[in-house]
């Protein structure tokens, strides 16, 4: 097992350097390279320190910078503003390397070895699932910006999320194929080796054939392959209007990029899963005229929207997606619940956390319910032109 630690900067050197230690890494205070103060294997006495799991690097490597964006920005935030029981916050970051197995063996390394008071992450519904039962066995808060997968949160009392959940995410684009797109049929190529890919096929098939569709064909891969030319020259004898792929953005793009050699005429449509600007690196206009849900635009002209993104943008150079828009939000909760909370003890931090209600979150106002899922409404974008284009918003 080669778990990666590393402190609170995401940048490739300080990563690269890490890698390289023996000894574990200080955890620095959120913010720039200048606050980390070397503390030997233990957090300092004045510093609240928080966990935070992601996929670093590997296959899904975008969406673990975003969410490390997000989170960094909320820590330094809070730090400037005096830190929380006037200790400053840090975060020991992990990189899981886009593995489920990975995920788990850093949820135990930061209960019983870093002992953080609450862990943020994954964003990977597989990778979120084989965390959960590590935080819940040891009573640690455990707060997903983005997992979807409706199991995630079911794994017990101390998991929580910031983001709807699929049944929704499946619903809206089912119903807008249907009566928006006005697609009769549709077909749906799924990731058999995600919980998130499957759970989506699973929704998109009910919604859309209740809704009058016909799935014409399901075909499936496994994450990892990278030739999908058997099951889209069987999709295409189908003709269909409509291809639904509920993947992560490296296969989506590869996906279309095929589609298109093979002269598959047919509109594709996706989930969450499908943003980072890596979609359009990769895929080129392949992906052009494709719709997918998700969870903010950076489009929405509110002021809370577009201030957070002034100041993202400030700091990191570029325009938050969804993910970075989410970590953002997942530490604010967590933040903030520890500002109510009498003790930070797991069982005090939790009850906090559950009662988390009407928080202004940069993607959408965050009221948690009794299964610890906020319920919000999805935004739908068209790709265009090397972009994400909002079109509509739904709401549950
Ligand atoms: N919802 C996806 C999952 O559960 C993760 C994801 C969220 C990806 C937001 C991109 C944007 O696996």
Known sequence: MRLHVLAALASLSLFAACEKKKTEPAPVAGGTATDVKPVENKPAEDVILLGEVGSLTGSEAAFGISTRNGIELALEEANAAGGVKGKKLAVRVYDDQSKPEEAAAAATRLVTQDKVVAILGEVASSNSLAMAPKAQAAQVPRVSPSSTNPKVTEVGDYIFRV??????????????????????????????????????????QA??????????????????????????TNIKKLKPEGLYVPGYYQDVALIAEQAKELGLKTVMMGGDGWDSSKLFELGGDAVDGSYVSNHYSSDDPSPRVQEFIKRYQAKFKTTPDSLAALGYDSANVVIEAMKRSADLSGPALREE??????????????????????????????????????????SP
């Not at 929704?168 to 049929?185: D, I």
């Open 163 to 204: 983001c709807f959940i699929d049944p929704f995410q499946g619903a809206v684009m089912a119903r807008y194929a249907k009566e928006t797109l006005k697609f009769s049929n549709v077909a749906i190529l799924t990731d058999k080796k995600s919980a998130y890919s499957e759970g989506l096929t699973e929704v998109f």
């Open 353 to 394: 956390i559950a009662k988390t209600k009407d928080f202004p979150g940069v993607a959408g106002t965050i009221t948690l319910d009794a299964q610890r899922n906020p319920v919000k409404p999805a935004v739908v974008l068209k790709v265009e032109g090397g972009k994400f284009k909002y079109v509509d918003t739904v």
């Open 207 to 232: 919604k859309f054939s209740g809704a009058g569709g016909k799935i014409v064909g399901v075909e499936a891969y496994s994450k990892g392959d990278t030739d999908f030319r058997a099951q889209l």
